[in-house]
């Protein structure tokens, strides 16, 4: 079954550090793979996404994952982070059955 | 960017009552909808796909006839938790692929429900 592994639970950074989080994920097909942000009390926002093409994709406010696939992965980096980033991250997958595959999220604080 | 409304936003019942939960799409026509449950420090995981005028499907493991899913029209999906339990109580979370407008998905705001 299709799977996606995020490897940080709970991040905390200072301001202005860069910020890398793992995304992995199992499945030996085409792949369409996402980022979605959860600020506090609000809805499920896209990042940023993955179809084909240049593997390095660039998103909204300033953060960008590259699709490697010889290692099944999709990590989301920014090189200078800022309090407001302060979210939850979640990556996530389609497979070929149509259907999103979640990771567990990563919690990321930033502290001014 | 798309809208997708999801109501309410939380509830309390009581334990052997039932609640619907609505899921529509604002601006936009989605044939398919997907319904996800949250449990905290947990990831989204997929309860069912809900596909317009059929039946939905569900995942492994959800007991259809105690998540009633209907998909009557292009913008409005519900789910009912029939006979809610307290191990009921989550968060639920409903998204809509916009009809042919490829694979992204738009998400509700969420249902944090609460089973007394």
């Known amino acids: 079954a299709q799977s996606v592994s995020q490897h940080n639970h709970h991040v905390i950074l200072s301001e202005a550090a860069s910020l890398e989080l793992g995304c992995n994920y199992s499945y030996g097909g085409t792949v369409n793979l996402f980022w979605y942000v959860q600020y506090p009390g609000q809805h499920l926002q896209l990042l940023l996404k993955?179809?084909?093409?240049?593997?390095l994709v660039k998103g909204i406010k300033g953060f960008e994952a590259e699709f490697i696939k010889s290692k099944f992965s999709f990590n989301l980096r920014k090189p200078s982070v800022q309090w407001s980033d302060t979210a939850e991250y979640f990556c996530?997958?389609?497979?070929?059955?149509?259907?999103?595959?979640f990771g567990k999220g990563t919690r990321l604080h930033i502290l001014p | 960017g798309a809208v997708v409304s999801q109501h309410p936003s939380w509830v309390i019942c009581k334990s052997g009552t039932s609640v619907k939960i609505e899921c529509r799409s604002l601006d936009f026509q989605a044939t398919t909808m997907f319904w996800y449950r949250q449990f905290p420090k947990q990831s989204l995981m997929l309860m069912a796909t809900?596909?317009?005028?059929?039946?939905?499907?569900?995942e492994q493991g959800v007991e259809k006839d105690k998540f009633l899913i209907n998909h009557a029209s292009l913008t409005l999906s519900t789910l009912t938790v029939t006979s809610a339990h307290p191990e009921d109580s989550s968060f639920y979370i409903c998204s809509a692929r916009e009809t042919g407008g490829g694979t992204e998905a738009f998400f509700g705001q969420g249902t944090r429900l609460t089973v007394v």
């Open positions: 809900s596909n317009e005028g059929s039946k939905a499907t569900y």
């Open positions: 996530a997958v389609i497979a070929r059955d149509d259907k999103i595959i």
């Open positions: 993955y179809f084909s093409g240049d593997p």
